[in-house]
Every structure is written in C-alpha cells, then in structure tokens.
C-alpha cells in the first residue's frame, strides 16, 4: 500500500511524497483537473478539489481556475518507470489517489483510485451537473472507482 505523507515546493509544483516499505518513490507523476458542465464542456471556476490517499488523509486543497483547471498540476511522487517495464516486480507502477470535487449548486463528484504514473500527466475530467437538473439528489455524491490497471 502506497501512503502519501508529506509536500514540499519545489518551483511551482507541490511535490506529494510517497513512502513505501520505509523509503521514498523515486519519479514525479502530474495529476490536473478539468472541471466543466453540461456536453458542452463549458469551465467550472472555484471548484474545490479535495485530493487524499487511499486511506483518506487529505494532502492537497486546491480551487480550479477561470478555465475549470489547476493553475499548475500537482506533481506526485511516484514508483519509478522501470517499475512498469517488466512483469513481477512488485511494485505497482503507479500512485492511486483519490479525489473530491464540490462547487455550489452542482453535484459533489468522488472519483477512487486516480492512477498516477511516472513521467505522465494524469487528466481527470470532471462534468459536474447542476443540481436544477436533479432536484430528487440534491445531497447526492456521484461516486466514480477507476480499477486499478492489470500491469
């Protein structure tokens, strides 16, 4: 099990440390956002963005910009890539993260298990539809679990 623990800055990036077994990770993913509503994909600003480990400790709050993203991804450490480069290695190539988005008179999204790897950018697209379009669950969590990659 990968357990986030601690951030520093580096440049403009917050780097999320992992540690498993007893030692750091050794590569940076990228996790950003894409906040919008209705087919359209129109942007949702001031989204709050709530982003945990798997057991549910919070490691990163963060508001979406003017154009429904992250003004800069948040950099997450990682297994090394040439952990996904051979089978039977032992290491999950990548870090899972969870992530919780809310915004005023929209449908709260919880999307389990974001697979973030090494040298990537992970895009999570978030179409948040507003509660004037579900008036019977208005105080409904849309939940969505990415299974994990048989790698």
């Known amino acids: 099990m ?11 990036h917050t780097i999320i440390r992992n540690r498993k077994g007893g030692s ?23 989204v709050a963005l ?12 963060r508001l979406t910009n003017r154009s429904g993203q992250l003004d800069d991804p948040l950099a997450i450490e990682v297994p090394d890539l040439s ?8 290491v999950i190539p ?4 969870n992530l919780y988005a809310r915004l005023e008179n929209f449908e709260e999204i919880e ?3 974001v697979q973030v790897f090494a040298d990537t950018i992970t895009v999570q697209n978030l179409e948040m539809i507003p509660l004037s379009e ?3 669950n208005w105080n409904k969590t849309e939940i969505f679990e ?4 048989n790698l």
């Not at 990968?2 to 403009?12: K, P, S």
């Not at 952990?83 to 032992?90: F, H, L």
């Not at 990548?94 to 993260?97: H, K, T, W």
């Not at 990415?146 to 990659?149: D, K, L, R, T």
């Open 2 to 12: 990968i357990v986030l623990y601690a951030q520093d800055m580096i440049g403009t």
């Open 24 to 46: 750091f990770l050794s590569a940076i993913g990228y996790l950003q956002i894409h906040a919008y509503t209705s087919k359209a994909q129109i942007p949702l600003k001031d």
């Open 50 to 61: 709530t982003v945990t480990d798997v057991s549910g400790a919070a490691f990163a709050m």
């Open 83 to 90: 952990a996904s480069q051979s089978p039977n290695t032992g």
């Open 94 to 97: 990548f870090a899972s993260v």
């Open 111 to 113: 999307v389990e298990h």
């Open 134 to 136: 579900l008036p019977g």
């Open 146 to 149: 990415i299974p994990a990659q």
